[in-house]
């Protein structure tokens, strides 16, 4: 028996499946594939993947209905594949319970990252670290202290919520209202204000610009990009009582 994680790509191009395929299993995955709709839920609720990568255009049925039928039976991450361009498919991807999308084309890289985010934000509360730490942002959410480049800064309540919410999921795009939820838990009806200038003031206090490392995904909502030579699992201290 492997211990691998097990992604599930229904894709029916199979030039992308190949790709999907080849890449996944350099970086140790185990890989199923299914070219149609139908094939790919009978797959899902037959092996139970770890994620499943699903594309929007399939022969039999759209990736939409596919992910509906996903959702009837299990909680499983769902990553979606788009079409170049097409923002009003990542809007319902979302809203249709998607974790996360990749616009074609993407990179290998891209999509590994993105694969391992997804996994990552997937597992159990229980086995959240209480530091954060890429290299950029640093967050020890026991403490509630923030410090980006090594250096402490003073941050309000809202603020430090907000950057928590980021660090916990970055790499991913957290809609407006997720970021309301994280930050006021029951929001008012100004909320996307609030939030807009929120993470205005963030910015300048962190030196930080519009280009990132916080960026605006348009008509859905903001993304924290961590620095690309940062892997989070491996620079987080999980167990700093043991000698290294
Ligand atoms: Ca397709």
Redesign the pocket.
Known sequence: MSDHQTVLII???AD?QTLLRTVLTRNDFDVLVASDGLTGIFLAKEHHPDLIVL????PDMDGWGVLEQLRSASNVPVIM?TAHGTEADRVRGFGAGADDYLVKPFSNKELIARIRAVLRRSQPAQAQPDLYNDGVLAIDFIAKLVSVNGRLLKVTPIEFRLLSAFAKSAGLVLSVQQLLEAAWGNPPADGQDRVKFSILRIRKKLGWSESGPIVAVRGFGYRYDPPSNAVPDEVLPQHPEEPS
């Open positions: 894709e029916d191009e992308i594309d929007v255009g399939l594949l």
